[in-house]
């Protein structure tokens, strides 16, 4: 094995990209998202030729429009705690990777960010995983105490 790579890039906004786009590739972890809408992505490991080709599409296709990123914004937060970037096969969006986070609100909103296409704002609806985290909590408060 060689020496480990280390690259950063940004796309500017401009004329056929909505949005500013930057990753970072360092050994084997890659790092991407957009510039005010405080999202990113980390995929890894890249050493497998299928996830290096899905992420090479999921990149071109953020550009194209292929690809898009899905935010969710909790009611009161001023940044997505969650995201998921997905790439279209066929009919169909695949997630080729998906951020961590939850909200302490039970109620969230979606938004899809997609170059070429307007930001789309999902209706409000339930935070399966945060109530389900927060009936836990309560249960556990409930049995220690």
Same mark, same amino acid.
């Given at each position: 094995m060689g020496d480990p790579v280390a690259l950063s890039c940004v796309f500017?906004?401009?004329?056929? &990209?909505?949005? =500013?786009?930057?990753?970072?590739?360092?050994?084997? =972890?890659?790092? &991407?998202?957009?510039?005010?809408?405080?999202?990113?992505?980390?995929?890894?490991?890249?050493d497998a030729p299928d996830v290096w080709q899905r992420i090479a599409n999921a990149i071109d296709g953020l550009i194209t429009g292929e690809s898009r990123v899905l935010l969710y914004w909790a009611l009161g937060r001023k940044k997505p705690y969650w995201s998921v970037l997905q790439f279209r096969e066929g009919d169909r969006w695949t997630n080729i990777s998906t951020g961590l986070g939850c909200a302490l609100t039970p109620i969230i909103r979606p938004v899809v960010v997609q170059n070429g296409r307007p930001r789309t704002t999902g209706s409000l609806?339930?935070?399966?995983?945060?109530?389900?985290?927060?009936?836990?909590?309560?249960?556990a408060l409930l049995y220690l105490f």
């Open positions: 500017p906004r401009q004329p056929g &990209l909505d949005f =500013e786009l930057w990753f970072a590739l360092d050994g084997h =972890e890659l790092t &991407l998202g957009t510039t005010g809408d405080d999202w990113y992505a980390d995929v890894f490991p890249l609806r339930p935070a399966w995983g945060s109530i389900l985290l927060l009936l836990l909590v309560a249960a």
